[in-house]
């Protein structure tokens, strides 16, 4: 990448394991588009509304490209490890589908 990743906690603490994780997972993300400019990954543990019951995540992922930006945000989900494997899933999709659109276009 062009650009340092940057990892972003809100409203909890920083993890030095999780940022790890966070980490690994971008650098396979860049084996499917070795064109990854930068990426910024947001954990965020939203505050509870009257249909949460207990702690939340939610993981944003924002992406540059060649050509544009590619940004997932996922809903809030009651384990992290959950939000950031379907964070990670729907980025790596995505960024499949953008590196077969240049190819093809």
């Known amino acids: 990448m062009q650009q340092p990743l940057q990892v972003t906690f809100h409203n909890l603490p920083h993890s030095d394991a999780l940022e790890e994780e966070i980490r690994a997972r ?5 084996l499917v588009h070795d064109r990854l400019h930068g990426c910024r990954v ?6 509870r509304t009257p249909n949460a019951r207990g702690k939340t995540y939610a993981v ?3 992406m540059q490209v060649p050509g544009g930006e590619i940004v997932v945000s996922r809903e809030p989900v009651g384990e992290w490890r ?3 494997n379907e964070a990670f899933d729907v980025a790596k999709r995505r960024l499949r589908e953008h590196a077969e659109r240049q190819r093809a276009g």
């Open 26 to 30: 971008v650098a396979k993300l860049e």
């Open 82 to 84: 959950l939000a950031l």
């Open 42 to 47: 947001v954990v965020d543990s939203p505050h």
């Open 60 to 62: 944003r992922i924002e």
